[in-house]
């Protein structure tokens, strides 16, 4: 994103204003590699917490009188789930900030390096795939190729996640969080409003045109698919 010089508007008085998000549906481009910085360096405070939120009691990352006897490494190891959690989180400012309306789902995951305490971890992105949504107006799928890479540029960590991502606003209504087609609470495709409800009319979870389990519009059925 650009913006003009804060003196741009000093005639009429207004001074442009840029909020930092991430891309719309239609600026995602395939091919292209998005590198994500800062990176992140990975403290024993952030291996200990985050393996110990999640209720993981692997002693390689906790216990660092046993893992030093543990060949090959003979130290402790980063929970692999928070250089997952981190690779994904680099990335956020850059693509889906404000922008994502969730993920679909990961795959492809893998930890080709350790990743040690005092580690840096460098992000980076391919969009694979771009697609619009054929049930959900306003919205479009993306895939993005994640990588991450340590200070020596090894490869530590990849995946692949879908996603389902807004497309840009038309004037504040199109797709706009307070807007209307697709608006958290709009009407078109509104969380609570009527056309695509989660308990509304037209979409409905248990209702009758594009039904989980009814017809014609299931989610294993056809033409409509679910995202």
Known sequence: ??????????????????????????????????????????????????????????????????????????????????????LVGLSVAQLTQGTIVGNLGFSEIAFPKPVFQGDTLYAETVITELRE????????????????RNQHGEVVATAVRKTLVRKRPIDGSANAIDGSANAIDGSANAIDGSANPIDGSANPIDGSANPIDGSPNPIDGSPSEQA
């Open 133 to 148: 949504s054929k049930s959900r107006s306003g919205e479009g799928i993306v895939t993005f190729a994640h990588t991450g």
């Open 1 to 86: 994103m650009t913006t003009e010089p804060l003196n741009a508007g000093a005639a009429t008085g207004e001074v442009r204003r840029v909020v930092q998000r991430g891309l719309w549906f239609e600026e995602f481009e395939t091919g292209v590699v998005y590198e994500h910085r800062p990176g992140r360096t990975i403290t024993e405070a952030d291996n200990v917490l985050f393996t110990t939120l999640t209720m993981n009691t692997q002693a390689m990352h906790l216990d660092a009188a046993f893992a030093q006897t543990q060949a090959p490494f003979h130290q402790r190891l980063v929970n692999s789930m928070f250089t997952l959690s981190t």
